[in-house]
Nanobody, 126 residues
Framework: QVQLVESGGGLVQAGGSLRLSCAPS????????MGWFRQPPGQEREFVAA????????VYADSVQGRFTISKDNAKNTVYMQMNSLKPEDTAVYYC???????????????????WGQGTQVTVSS
């Protein structure tokens, strides 16, 4: 089965930065659309960003537009998310997700993605 492993989470003060990484297993195809979701405490999982297999298309949630940047290293088949100007409201467990059915983002619902990592905690203090 395809496995995704997130890393890079941690505790940071408001206004700081973090970079998340998503490392797929060898079974993961370079043609997957990849995305990031987050789940704040007591809330539903929500879309953050997605990227096409070749990095040509990027989609962001309005809440992170201009602050977060999703990218992909095609050689390593690894997806990153640079998170700048972090706010306390960004506090959540962040999940990496893969969609094997398309090479470009097709939606922002968790149901659009088949493969998921275990999550990495991001905590932003005020």
């Amino acid at each position: 089965q395809v496995q995704l492993v997130e890393s890079g989470g941690g505790l940071v003060q408001a206004g700081g930065s973090l970079r998340l990484s998503c490392a797929p297993s060898e079974r993961a195809s370079r043609t997957y659309t990849m995305g990031w979701f987050r789940q704040p405490p007591g809330q539903e999982r929500e879309f953050v960003a997605a990227i096409s297999y070749n990095g040509a298309k990027k989609v962001y949630a309005d809440s992170v537009q201009g602050r977060f940047t999703i990218s992909k290293d095609n050689a390593k088949n690894t997806v990153y998310m640079q998170m700048n100007s972090l706010k306390p409201e960004d506090t959540a467990v962040y999940y990496c997700a893969g969609d094997p059915d398309t090479d470009y983002p097709r939606g922002t619902s968790p149901s659009d993605f088949e493969y998921w990592g275990q999550g990495t905690q991001v905590t932003v203090s005020s």
